[in-house]
């Protein structure tokens, strides 16, 4: 089985799944830095090769890529583009209200950008609020705690933004894109610098990615983390929700 893209389908063909099925899954990303290494992109590929092969697995369609996110504390590298996550709140419950109308009751959401966390929970609280009958399914991927514990026993630590994890996972996605050789990071930075302004964190982590060692990532490792994802994902979709 392939992957099946909501954008490539018409709209009786829509009608006819939509008589047998109300799960879709949604993707969400950003564009920005991602270090010298990894394309402004990344946020956007990853959750977007997750939700290929959890479609190829299931048989669920993927709704077309929202490629912009809450982006703020990277504006000073070039690349970046960024909405506020009052836009993002806004936008998100629109989606979730008109997936709703079209007759999607189970909404998968496939997010790949931290900083829209804060928009998609206040979506999704708003929305389920209203549609009892409304199931909504908010992922995460680095949040994942399979994700954080195979870090820890396969290389020993978890890093963060443009680090060892979004490395690998895009040597397994789009490894055309990575450029290894140029993979630094910061390894004494913490998450918590993205209360900062956009100039400061520029200043603070120059390179654009934090973390120990990126370029100690593989397409193997990269490759594990996709697929505990994706199984863990699989189970939960084909599951009572």
């Given at each position: 089985m392939r992957p099946i893209y909501l954008a490539d389908l018409s709209w009786p063909d829509v009608e006819e799944y939509l008589t047998r099925d109300d799960r879709l899954l949604l993707v969400t990303g950003a564009?920005?830095?991602?270090?010298?290494?990894?394309?402004?992109?990344?946020?956007?590929?990853?959750?977007?090769?997750?939700?290929?092969?959890?479609?190829?697995?299931?048989?669920?369609?993927?709704?077309p890529v929202m490629n912009y996110?809450?982006?703020?504390?990277?504006?000073?590298?070039?690349?970046?583009?960024?909405?506020?996550?009052?836009?993002?709140?806004?936008?998100y419950l629109d989606l979730i209200q008109s997936s709703y109308r079209q007759g999607w009751r189970r909404l998968f959401i496939m997010n790949g950008h931290g900083?829209?966390?804060?928009?998609?929970s206040w979506a999704a609280t708003v929305?389920?609020?209203?549609?009892?009958?409304?199931?909504?399914?908010?992922?995460?991927?680095?949040?994942?705690?399979?994700?954080r514990d195979f870090m820890r026993e396969a290389v020993g630590r978890n890093?963060?933004?443009a680090g060892l994890e979004e490395t690998a996972m895009m040597m397994a996605a789009r490894p055309y894109l990575v450029r290894l050789n140029e993979a630094q990071g910061?390894?004494?930075?913490?998450?918590?610098?993205?209360?900062?302004?956009?100039?400061e964190v520029r200043q603070l982590i120059p390179l654009g990615a934090i973390?120990?060692?990126?370029?100690?990532?593989t397409t193997d490792l990269g490759e594990q983390l996709v697929e505990?994802?994706?199984?863990?994902?699989?189970a939960l979709i084909q599951g009572p929700w």
């Open positions: 564009t920005e830095q991602h270090g010298r290494h990894l394309p402004v992109g990344t946020d956007n590929i990853i959750p977007f090769t997750l939700a290929e092969r959890l479609s190829t697995r299931t048989g669920i369609p993927i709704a996110g809450a982006s703020e504390a990277h504006m000073a590298f070039p690349g970046t583009f960024s909405l506020s996550t009052e836009t993002l709140q806004a936008v900083g829209n966390i804060a928009a998609w929305a389920t609020k209203v549609k009892k009958d409304l199931k909504l399914y908010l992922s995460h991927w680095w949040t994942e705690a399979r994700v890093e963060g933004h910061h390894a004494d930075i913490s998450e918590d610098i993205w209360t900062h302004s956009a100039e973390g120990e060692n990126p370029a100690q990532a505990h994802l994706v199984r863990e994902y699989e």
